[in-house]
């Protein structure tokens, strides 16, 4: 049943999510209150004539999704839980409390209401784009999403590349709501109270805009329908609203961003008091999921050992077969999917495919949506161009995103393009986010092996590639337990183990056979899962042999030296360790002077072996 609210109706509902705003942070004892009340009247007028949902069931497949882009505007959206009964007013009390699930900014790993993580500001927005195109292209079930976002985020990139993203893709079921009140934290926003600026920059990238009075229920209203109406393009509401809105201590005053106010209890009885209005949230229309997952065998590409093929064309073999088994499986890429091999995919199964061109931002942004509907997305790119994203990333670990990311084009074996082109610090990227796994291959079967466990992890899974075709060393059959490596060469006699993953190993196996040659038996590691590593072996291979040396086509920093390192960090005394890696800027080389002026290539190893017996033998 739907509940019809007059004008007057919502003004009270606007001020008792002002009046919770202010409680909330005054018991916090901290919080952003001000940016709250600016924009109560803009999520009144949505809760109570236009949002649809279920707070009994937020997975509801009809259901309107809601993001705050505005994070640190958590009162409001919290005092908007309350109003709708999610959530009574003591748990509205303990806002940014210890154990509270109400933090200082909303993140879904404790709310199942909350899209995503906020608070990083400019990332609302991509990733309610990447909500958007999965209803729009891929649930189809007629659901709108709704973001709210504050003026000072409007100057982050990441903004903009989602408004472009949104409006090539004509999602007309997005809409941004933009609070303009005109302060940021220090001061002035760029562009103040001036919306038509905002509107010609939306307008710029195909968005219908709408500018408003952001404290005039009925002149919301008509915006949010004329949102609802609009077809071919999202909406940007651009509402003009005061800051500290109803409350004359701080009202459009600067100086009052993030502090609970200092007269909490008269500026409650200024807004009218605590009169416990309650909101009766539309119910979503019935819908079935259309995209149940289909479950079909998976027949993984299969390579003959002694074939040179390159990784990055096993990971788009193995992504297709991937995909025709499961239809949950999306793939996306940053417009290199020729060289990713992501094209592969966009062929077979172009209706889950989505080209976010060269915007890694809204690339991984994107990814983070179709998680949050429950899709399993795979996102590509060169592994140099994904440290652009990494606070997305680093976001996504905080939402307990469940996604994949590849990276091909890694380390210097990417030959003559040079250092712009090469991944060399993505390993230590990803190893430093929580809840992250991080793996290497070195051969096509391994690849494909390898792809089609992340299907099946959760978190943030990173697959790295080679560009240059390399030996197929590994049987189809084989298996590669994440968490485990490969012990490729091994004797009683091994005087050093060699780490190795990717290009490296097989620089490594050239230098055992070298190394055997000379009478010097080494130990030869596949470290293909850099996180979690495989603390067994390498602790076997240190009590075997006393010495390690670590080889890999990356900064020594934070990679495969530092993974091996930290295996011995809480067990029995460290080996002797020794790493090679790339340690000066690469200039424009094939790929194997590339790896000999690293000193990562089989000579380079032989000659570290060959100094670290030295000196095992001579003090």
């Keep these: 049943m739907t509940t019809t609210y007059s004008d007057d109706e919502l003004r009270a509902l606007g001020q008792q999510l002002r009046v919770d705003s202010v409680r909330a942070a005054d018991a916090a004892g901290s919080g952003h209150p001000t940016s709250s009340m600016s924009a109560a009247d803009l999520l009144a007028v949505l809760l109570g004539r236009h949002f649809r949902y279920d707070f009994d069931r937020p997975a509801h497949p009809a259901g309107d999704r809601f993001v705050l882009s505005k994070g640190h505007a958590s009162p409001l959206l919290y005092a908007a839980y309350k109003a709708a009964g999610a959530i009574d007013d003591a748990e509205l009390l303990t806002f940014r409390k210890l154990g509270s699930r109400l933090e200082g900014h909303p993140t879904p790993r404790s709310l199942p209401w909350v899209e995503t993580a906020t608070g990083s500001l400019g990332q609302g927005l991509p990733v309610a784009a990447g909500i958007a195109w999965s209803g729009k292209r891929l649930d189809r079930v007629g659901y709108r999403v709704y973001v709210l976002c504050g003026d000072s985020e409007m100057a982050e990139g990441s903004v903009w590349e989602a408004a472009e993203y949104a409006g090539y893709e004509q999602l007309d079921n997005l809409t941004a709501i933009v609070d303009v009140n005109r302060l940021g934290q220090r001061g002035p926003t760029r562009h103040g109270?001036?919306?038509?600026?905002?509107?010609?920059?939306?307008?710029?990238?195909?968005?219908?805009?709408?500018?408003?009075?952001?404290?005039?229920?009925?002149?919301?209203?008509?915006?949010?329908?004329?949102a609802a109406s609009t077809v071919g393009r999202p909406t940007a509401i651009l509402a003009?609203?005061?800051?500290?809105?109803?409350?004359?201590?701080v009202e459009d005053r600067e100086g009052a961003h993030g502090k609970p106010l200092s007269d909490a209890a008269a500026a409650v009885e200024e807004l009218g008091?605590?009169?416990?209005?309650?909101?009766?949230?539309?119910?979503?229309?019935?819908?079935?999921?259309l995209h149940a997952v289909r479950s079909g065998r998976l027949d993984l590409p299969r390579f003959d050992v002694g074939d040179e093929v390159a990784t990055r064309d096993a990971y788009g073999q193995a992504l297709v077969a991937l995909?025709?088994?499961?239809?949950?499986?999306?793939?996306?890429?940053?417009?290199?999917?020729?060289?990713?091999?992501?094209e592969m995919f966009a062929k077979e199964h172009p209706e889950r495919y989505a080209e976010c061109y060269i915007a890694e931002q809204q690339l991984v942004a994107t990814a983070v949506g179709l998680s949050a509907r429950g899709w399993l997305p795979y996102a590509g790119t060169f592994a140099a161009f994904l440290t652009r994203a990494h606070d997305f990333i680093r976001m996504a670990s905080i939402s307990g995103a469940d996604i994949n990311l590849v990276g091909s084009h890694a380390g210097v074996a990417i030959g003559q393009d040079g250092p712009s082109q090469m991944g060399l610090e993505d390993l230590a990227m990803f190893r430093a986010i929580h809840d992250t796994t991080v793996l290497y291959p070195c051969d096509a079967n391994q690849t494909a092996q390898l792809l089609a466990q992340t299907a099946d992890l959760t978190g943030i899974r990173y697959l790295r590639t080679s560009r240059g075709a390399a030996p197929v060393i590994y049987p189809p059959h084989e298996e590669f337990p994440v968490g485990g490596s490969k012990v490729l060469r091994s004797g009683d006699g091994d005087r050093v183990t060699v780490v190795a993953a990717g290009v490296t190993v097989h620089e490594a196996l050239k230098a055992a056979d070298e190394l055997a040659a000379a009478g010097i038996p080494v130990r030869v590691i596949d470290l293909y899962s850099v996180k979690p590593v495989d603390r067994r072996t390498l602790r076997d291979a240190a009590r075997a042999t006393g010495c390690l040396l670590t080889v890999e086509d990356h900064r020594e920093q934070g990679g495969i030296g530092d993974a091996v390192a930290e295996a011995f960090s809480t067990a029995e005394p460290a080996p002797r360790m020794a790493r090679l890696g790339v340690r000066t800027v690469p200039g424009s080389a094939t790929p194997s002077e590339q790896l000999a002026a690293a000193g990562i290539d089989a000579a380079g190893i032989v000659a570290a072996v060959g100094l670290l017996v030295e000196h095992a033998v001579t003090p």
Excluded: M, N
């Design 193 to 226: 109270h001036d919306l038509d600026a905002y509107a010609r920059r939306f307008k710029a990238f195909d968005w219908h805009t709408i500018v408003v009075d952001g404290h005039d229920v009925a002149d919301i209203d008509r915006a949010y329908a004329e």
């Design 273 to 289: 008091g605590d009169r416990g209005v309650r909101v009766s949230v539309q119910e979503p229309p019935a819908a079935r999921v």
């Design 240 to 249: 003009r609203t005061l800051k500290g809105k109803g409350a004359l201590a």
């Design 323 to 342: 995909g025709s088994a499961r239809g949950d499986v999306v793939a996306l890429d940053g417009e290199v999917g020729d060289s990713t091999r992501t």
